[in-house]
């Protein structure tokens, strides 16, 4: 791989067509090549739950929300609100992390940031 000027190296990217999807065009990489070091909010969901008013002014520490998954279920991973992938809590170095355990494709991922 070439060094650009400032040492900047051009980002390697998978070869999108082994999902059964046509590759990405040059200029789609090309325009996909400025946006690869813009930062997103990645986060994980637990379930959801919805609750009237009332019961939502109702809450305090010790209340409990029953949300809508199973214990066990893998949690959504999230990035900027849009679903990527599926995963399971771990532990690393005594902080949470996750391990990913279904990811969608590169090709979708890129057709869901646009």
Do not use: C, W
Not at 12 to 30: M, N, V, W
Not at 36 to 46: A, F, H, K
Not at 79 to 103: Q, W, Y
């Amino acid at each position: 791989m070439a060094e650009q000027e400032g040492g900047v190296k051009p980002a390697e990217l998978d070869d999108f067509s082994a999902d059964g999807q046509a590759p990405i065009t040059q200029e789609e990489r090309r325009k996909l090549d400025t946006i690869l070091d813009i930062p997103v909010t990645i986060s994980m969901e637990v379930g959801k739950s919805q609750i009237s008013i009332r019961n939502l002014l109702q809450l305090n520490q010790g209340s409990v929300v029953e949300l809508d998954r199973l214990a066990g279920e893998p949690l959504d991973v999230m990035v900027n609100g849009t679903l990527i992938a599926h995963g399971e809590v771990v532990v690393v170095n005594d902080k949470f992390g996750i391990r990913l355990t279904d990811v969608i494709s590169q090709t979708e991922r890129i057709k869901k940031l646009k």
